[in-house]
Antibody, heavy 127, light 112 residues
Framework: QITLKESGPTLVKPTQTLTLTCTFSGFSLSTSGVGVGWIRQPPGKALEWLALIYWDDDKRYSPSLKSRLTISKDTSKNQVVLTMTNMDPVDTATYYC???????????????????WGQGTLVTVSS | DTVMTQTPLSSPVTLGQPASISCRSSQSLVHSDGNTYLSWLQQRPGQPPRLLIYKISNRFSGVPDRFSGSGAGTDFTLKISRVEAEDVGVYYCMQATQFPWTFGQGTKVEIK
């Protein structure tokens, strides 16, 4: 059973750096094809993809936020960490982490985007 | 970036009646491996998103068969054959064919 849970501060001040941790179970980030991503959702708005890290430490970022984001993993702790610098009130959102995997089963590529999601954590940016 | 455009943005539906949501991408979602990585997610009120459909038409584990997906290239559709009360929420299409992965604006399904 795959589960993910986000943790971090609920309130940060403008210009501060946000650090979020995704702690997961039911899979290993050292398994070929596995990835963990971050997605955010401002209140009442749509989902926005932020970053993704793969089992082989390949990292992908949203181009519009790339200069502010860093994603890393600690395989031994089953954790993925996202840092976002220079926080602004517009960054107020619920931040989700999610599981992704690409595998080959009987010659067919199985890839579902994000198939398991955490519950999310609301981060408010305010002075 | 690939822009995902959903229509309608709101869909009032009578219980037991069908619902349909369209998603159009700004460029083809066919990957170099020949697959199309278009998925549909459901977000019930106060809940995280939940995967319903992947690779255009494949239902994820535990998803009722009243949900179906179709389409190709740049045009995709999610259909609910008979809407139930638990289907209320916002539905998103998402493409994972190319980075950055992108989502549609969401379509709110509500009961009339």
């Amino acid at each position: 059973q795959i589960t993910l849970k986000e943790s971090g501060p609920t309130l940060v001040k403008p210009t501060q750096t946000l650090t979020l941790t995704c702690t997961f179970s039911g899979f290993s980030l050292s398994t070929s094809g596995v990835g963990v991503g971050w997605i955010r959702q401002p209140p009442g708005k749509a989902l926005e993809w932020l970053a993704l890290i793969y089992w082989d430490d390949d990292k992908r970022y949203s181009p519009s936020l790339k200069s502010r984001l860093t994603i890393s993993k600690d395989t031994s702790k089953n954790q993925v960490v996202l840092t976002m610098t220079n926080m602004d009130p517009v960054d107020t959102a619920t931040y989700y982490c999610a599981h992704s995997i690409m595998t080959l089963v009987r010659g067919v590529i199985i890839f579902r985007g994000f198939d398991y999601w955490g519950q999310g954590t609301l981060v408010t940016v305010s002075s | 970036d690939t822009v995902m455009t959903q229509t309608p943005l709101s869909s009032p539906v009578t219980l037991g009646q069908p619902a349909s949501i369209s998603c159009r991408s700004s460029q083809s979602l066919v990957h170099s491996d020949g697959n199309t990585y278009l998925s549909w997610l459901q977000q019930r009120p106060g809940q995280p998103p939940r995967l319903l459909i992947y690779k255009i038409s494949n239902r994820f584990s535990g998803v009722p068969d009243r949900f179906s997906g179709s389409g190709a290239g740049t045009d995709f559709t999610l259909k609910i054959s008979r809407v139930e009360a638990e289907d209320v929420g916002v539905y998103y299409c998402m493409q994972a064919t190319q980075f950055p992965w992108t989502f549609g604006q969401g379509t709110k399904v509500e009961i009339k």
